[in-house]
């Protein structure tokens, strides 16, 4: 919890997503298991949803994650790590 709340809107998010993976797992296709609304994701990371979601795009443009509808999919986990750090 400290370590969340001592961090950046964007080391949140990136710490979010791995956390999701490491608990909840993900499919066979990569994507996330548990599946968040981005108002709930926002809500976890201590944002507002407009910023969740531009972070979100961000990552996706940046080739770290992958959007499908609701489906949140892992692509690069290293980058998403030293961005959580």
């Given at each position: 919890?400290?370590?969340?709340?001592?961090?950046?809107?964007?080391?949140?998010?990136?710490?979010?997503?791995?956390?999701?993976?490491?608990?909840?797992?993900?499919?066979?296709?990569?994507?996330?298991?548990?599946?968040?609304s981005?108002?709930?994701?926002?809500?976890?990371?201590?944002?507002?949803?407009?910023?969740?979601?531009?972070?979100l795009?961000?990552?996706?443009?940046?080739?770290?994650?992958?959007?499908?509808?609701?489906?949140?999919?892992?692509?690069?986990?290293?980058?998403?790590?030293?961005?959580?750090?």
């Open positions: 919890m400290v370590s969340l709340a001592q961090k950046n809107v964007k080391e949140r998010l990136a710490e979010t997503l791995l956390y999701l993976e490491d608990n909840f797992g993900s499919h066979p296709d990569g994507s996330l298991h548990i599946q968040l981005r108002e709930e994701l926002a809500g976890m990371i201590g944002t507002a949803t407009e910023s969740c979601i531009r972070l795009s961000e990552f996706n443009k940046a080739g770290y994650i992958e959007l499908t509808g609701k489906k949140i999919t892992i692509v690069d986990k290293a980058k998403l790590k030293r961005i959580s750090e």
